[in-house]
């Protein structure tokens, strides 16, 4: 199944695993950070609406 | 379609609303995409005959580079909306979309210099698309930083459309800089609306499906971020009123 890349094996596959890895991480911190922004809101919300 | 319409989401609330019935979609899309993209370039395509395997690094290397360029023309677009119409939400799109572009930008100087150290023999050359490229990710840099050194938004949103403004000159450039200087390493576009200038299309069309899936995957994100750049700023009015009583 897995492409024979030669002598450029090395580059082809860090490539891509570079890619990834950076993709992955950014997808990863941006739901983070929007779960956490998203729940402080209901928090602050909630919490006013409850003073009045 | 009336353009009109389009203000109508300048409104937090309803920017909110409409991205939330499309991230899901978007987000499916661009994950099909991708995988499709890429399994089909890496698996199913064949060698180059110069470039032997290492051709399959342009189903990273041209997407992601295409959308270095146009996130910063996306993040232009939305500052100019903000300087002329002052809509929240537009200088707020722009944040959002920076650290996206950052990343666009970084894989596609990192897989340049992974590709160009077999064929050119080097990682790095002073090269004008290349350094008018390094140039673009040092503006994503200082963007960022402009954006979370000043406290107020309103503020921060009209230097950081500035420094925009500045910073599309290399956007510009990245794109066109092998039209206008006839050197360096780089070779010239790999894709053209003159299908002669194309890859040929053993290559062309996963590479389509790889810039879908990267366009698909930024739309996603600009979404989801943008989305978190409104709560965030909620949050921090909210709490300022909470301090003055």
Same mark, same amino acid.
């Given at each position: ?52 | ?39 089909? $370039? ?78 050119? $023999? ?66 010239? &576009? ?20 790889? =810039?879908? $899936?990267?366009?698909?995957?930024? =739309? ?9 750049? =409104?709560? &965030? ?11 003055? $009583?």
């Amino acid at each position: 199944m897995m492409p024979d890349l030669g002598k450029y094996a090395e580059a082809v596959l860090s490539s891509y695993g570079v890619s990834i890895a950076l993709l992955v991480v950014l997808v990863w911190a941006s739901l983070r950070r929007a779960r956490r922004v998203k729940k402080q809101l209901e928090d602050i919300e909630s919490k006013a609406k409850r003073d009045g | 379609m009336n353009l009109n319409a389009l203000w109508a989401y300048a409104n937090p609330k309803k920017f909110i609303q409409a991205t939330d019935r499309v991230l899901p979609w978007i987000s499916i899309l661009a994950i099909v995409s991708l995988v499709v993209g890429l399994v089909w $370039g890496f698996f199913f395509t064949p060698e180059d005959y110069r470039q032997g395997s290492t051709v399959k690094i342009i189903y990273i290397h041209v997407p992601s580079a295409l959308m270095a360029i146009n996130a910063w023309l996306m993040m232009l677009v939305t500052s100019l909306v903000w300087i002329v119409r002052r809509h929240h939400v537009s200088a707020l799109a722009a944040r959002a979309a920076a650290p996206v572009g950052a990343v666009m930008t970084v894989i596609a100087l990192a897989t340049g210099a992974i590709w160009g150290q077999p064929m050119w $023999g080097t990682w790095w050359a002073w090269d004008p698309r290349l350094t008018s490229f390094l140039i673009l990710f040092l503006f994503y840099l200082g963007y960022m930083a402009l954006w979370a050194a000043i406290e107020d938004d309103d503020t921060a949103a009209d230097l950081t459309s500035i420094l925009c403004l500045v910073g599309s000159v290399f956007a510009l450039l990245s794109r066109y800089a092998v039209n206008f200087w006839n050197q360096g390493l780089h070779q010239g &576009a790999s894709l053209s609306l003159d299908k002669e200038e194309n890859v040929a299309d053993v290559f062309y069309y996963p590479l389509l499906v790889c =810039i879908a $899936g990267f366009v698909l995957l930024f =739309i996603a994100l600009v979404f989801l971020r943008t989305q978190t750049e =409104i709560r &965030a700023r909620r949050t921090r009015a909210l709490l300022a009123r909470e301090r003055m $009583g």
